[in-house]
């Protein structure tokens, strides 16, 4: 077995310019953009020719003339212009839902193949704020934006051809003002593209801090929080809109100096087109037809701007969705091995393993070294933050341990390939280990191609029959948001069926600390020692009845093993264990 590790990071465009990193997500539908740009152009030539045809309609009739003929044609226009810009709206907008589904795609495929180390860093509702709000961002600026821009060039260009016909001198001074004040603005671009990625990033913070208090929804209402969580979700409101303002005061002054460039350019044609017709080199006429045209140029510099400024927005957004984009994925990470899960129980081995959260932190695991043989009960106990969970983490290679060796069936978990050590894997863990959705759609989680004996089979030996039976829509049961609407033993139970149904050969559980009641009690207890004659179990034991049950028991303490042996041998050697017997087991 040989995996191959390389790890799936920043893709071939890591490179490239950001504006060309935006203009990719449009490449897939430009032929569709062009198409829209066409059509609008086309509705806007049939808005321009109507006050021509306007004009024919009333000559006609000051003619005396029959108007049938101008009249059809005006309504032509008419419905051409109105069908064929509707269409062109359509187009772009459906172009701008296109790009918006691609980067979401792209951004929520990056984002379940992160490594679990990074995902723990992130905040979860910031990350779906740039799934939700950034991708959305880049909407306006690949569409309207860009079709707007181009309109905006030829206009500008048209403009300035006729302006060089009419004066070259004028044309000269016009272009020096237009120059110098739109590379002012050009050095406020930047500063719009930093606020609005600040402004995203305080609606991402605003998401971060909502989703706190809805996650933890009923101890916000138990320890009487609600105005307080009220006033920090508030709070975190106030400064994006903070943000957003700072957005807005570029953006106008970004505005002003486009109008401040074309009134000065007034001013200055008019002073220097004053002087040249006084000096006769040219004539009044053309004066004014210059300033006429000078004016014509408000409209596509102003677009040009607004094109600008969409574009910062873009970047911005890019800038985050890139941020989540380029972190590496998990080393071959990609393919879950659906349907090669099965065989026989492995065993774990454990050899001197050091860990450590951070380069900076404390080791948690300080040489830890155990085995665990093939089928069976082993049972993990140790006082809280003794390293339990950490061992589960390395085995699922949430996390990569920095020293020593860990074999899952003889073979480095290094060397397996990732989809399937991951399939040869059951998980349970302790919270939580409930989704939303109906009781099959849990239980099929983990493997959607099991038949339905499967998962009769699993129900029977997860005790969950009876509840099945007993619920008004069986297996179509919604379990409400993380299970909330069964009780803790089932929760557990639901997860023990879900990770069975993947057949592991190494059920790794992390036993739920709350407090069962009997019934609850007696069947996880006849479940798992039910698993651990079928396959390899490695439990998280908070029972005692568990730990009386397990083959063999690990003591950990403070990241290291302190002891191994059955209940009966530890409770007579090992005095940590006989404390943590008499006071950390819940009696059962
Ligand atoms: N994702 C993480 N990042 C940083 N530190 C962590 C992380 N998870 C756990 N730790 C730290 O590692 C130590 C061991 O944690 P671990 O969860 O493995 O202990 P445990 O024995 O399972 O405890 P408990 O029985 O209370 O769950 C703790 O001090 C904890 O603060």
């Not at 810009?85 to 772009?92: E, K, V």
């Not at 916000?220 to 903070?242: F, I, M, N, P």
């Not at 984009?325 to 001197?352: K, S, T, Y």
């Not at 349970?428 to 959705?437: F, H, I, K, M, R």
């Amino acid at each position: 077995m040989s995996g191959d590790n390389r790890e799936t990071g920043q893709g071939a465009d890591g490179e490239k310019s950001p504006v060309r990193l935006l203009l990719a997500y449009i490449r897939p539908h430009r032929k569709i953009l062009v198409a829209g740009g066409l059509l609008g152009l086309v509705g806007s030539a049939a808005g321009l020719a109507m006050p021509l045809l306007a004009k024919y309609v009333v000559d006609a009739f000051g003619a005396e003339r029959s108007m049938a003929g101008p009249l059809v044609a005006l309504t032509i226009a008419v419905v051409v212009g109105a069908v064929v810009s509707a269409g062109g709206t359509y187009l772009m907008e459906r172009t701008g839902e296109g790009i918006v589904l691609s980067a979401r795609r792209r951004l929520v495929a990056r984002m379940l193949r992160l490594k679990v180390a990074d995902v723990d860093r992130l905040k979860p509702g910031d990350l779906l704020s740039r799934v939700t709000g950034d991708t959305t961002l880049l909407r306006s600026v690949l569409t309207n934006g860009i079709v707007d821009s181009i309109g905006a060039v030829f206009m500008l260009i048209g403009a300035i051809v006729m302006m060089a016909l009419m004066d070259g001198v004028l044309l000269l001074v016009t272009l020096l003002v237009v120059v110098v004040i739109g590379g002012m603005t050009g050095l406020i671009m930047p500063r719009i593209q930093k606020a609005q990625h600040q402004a995203q990033e305080a609606v991402g913070e605003m998401g971060a801090v909502l989703d706190r208090a809805l996650q933890a929804y009923r101890t916000v209402k138990a320890s009487g929080a609600e105005e307080r969580e009220v006033e920090v979700v508030g709070a975190a409101a106030a400064q994006a809109r903070d943000r957003g303002l700072q957005v807005a005061g570029w953006t106008s002054l970004a505005g002003v100096s486009t109008w401040m460039a074309v009134q000065i350019a007034f001013l200055c044609v008019l002073a220097v087109g004053g002087a040249r017709v006084a000096s006769g080199a040219l004539e009044v006429s053309a004066l004014i037809a210059f300033l006429l045209y000078l004016f014509y140029l408000v409209a596509p510099i102003g677009q040009l701007v607004e094109g600008a400024v969409q574009l910062q927005n873009g970047l911005a957004a890019l800038k985050r969705i890139r941020e989540i984009e380029d972190l590496p994925g998990e080393p071959d990470g990609q393919a879950v091995a659906v349907g090669q899960a099965g065989g026989d129980p492995v065993g774990l081995r454990f050899e001197d393993v050091v860990f450590r959260y951070g380069e900076d932190r404390a080791a948690v695991h300080d040489g830890v070294s155990f085995e665990v043989p093939p089928g069976g009960l082993t049972a993990l106990v140790g006082p809280s933050g003794a390293g339990k969970s950490t061992v589960f983490a390395l085995i699922e290679r949430f996390y990569e341990h920095q020293e020593g060796l860990i074999t899952v069936g003889g073979v480095d978990i290094r060397d397996w390939p990732l989809a399937d050590l991951r399939a040869a894997l059951g998980y349970v863990e302790q919270d939580a280990p409930v989704l939303a959705g109906t009781l099959r759609e849990n239980l099929l989680f983990a493997a959607p191609e099991a038949t339905e004996e499967d998962l009769r089979g699993a129900l029977t030996r997860t005790r969950l029959d009876d509840l099945v039976a007993r619920l008004p829509e069986g297996l179509e049961t919604p379990v409400g948001h993380r299970g909330v609407l069964l009780s803790g033993g089932e929760r557990q139970r639901v997860a023990i069926a879900r990770a069975l149904l993947r057949k592991p050969r190494l059920l790794l559980l992390d036993e739920a600390t709350s407090q069962l009641d009997a019934v609850n009690e007696l069947r996880l207890r006849e479940v798992i020692a039910e698993v651990a004659t079928e396959t390899t179990v490695l439990v998280i034991a908070h029972r005692l009845s568990t730990v009386t049950n397990a083959d063999r028991i690990v003591v950990m303490e403070s990241g290291g093993v302190r002891a191994v042996g059955t209940h009966a041998e530890l409770v007579g050697s090992d005095d940590l264990y006989r404390e943590l017997a008499a006071t950390q087991f819940l009696v059962s």
